[in-house]
């Protein structure tokens, strides 16, 4: 297993931050528009703001991120955190990066009290699964989302 330098986003990491990025969202299909993008951009780097972004570094190159942020919660006194994207780039696969950032992101809620750290993933992402599945099996809530 490769070890990574994990640590929160800085502002100088925008030109290798936005690669893995954009590989994010062409695994998934989806695109957002370059202001959006921005906007989280800016949103990750405001210590007043909740979006976070922990970046995984091997041999001083970016090659991975996870994107989260706390919210609170009806079900709890602690805010839980939303993993919201994960990502490790194609040439760093297979390292241990990705259960690296989860467990990254486990010990900082540790730390700081957080209720649970949840996500989700596309029900047809396999690879992904087999990582999640060693921390708990999926829960039994099904997602809806109305776009406005």
């Not at 906007?39 to 210590?47: F, H």
């Not at 467990?103 to 047809?124: C, F, H, N, P």
């Not at 699964?129 to 809806?144: C, E, G, M």
Request: hydrophobic share 45%; with cysteine; glycine share 6%.
């Amino acid at each position: 297993m490769t070890i990574a330098e994990i640590r929160n986003a800085e502002a100088g990491d925008l030109v290798d931050w936005m690669p893995l990025w954009e590989g994010y969202l062409s695994f998934y299909k989806v695109e957002i528009a370059p202001e959006i993008t921005m906007n989280s951009w800016a949103r990750i780097l405001d210590p007043m703001n909740p979006l976070t972004s922990r970046v995984a570094l091997v041999g001083g190159s970016m090659v991975g991120f996870a994107n989260f942020h706390t919210h609170l919660t009806t079900w709890d006194t602690r805010p839980v955190c939303y993993l919201e994207d994960l990502f490790v780039g194609p040439t760093a696969r297979g390292l241990g990066l990705g259960r690296q950032l989860i467990d990254d992101m486990l010990a900082i809620g540790r730390q700081k009290d957080w209720a649970s750290v949840y996500w989700i993933t596309a029900e047809d992402n396999a690879t992904a699964q087999k990582l999640y599945d060693t921390y708990n099996k999926r829960d039994a809530f099904v997602r809806y989302s109305v776009s406005l």
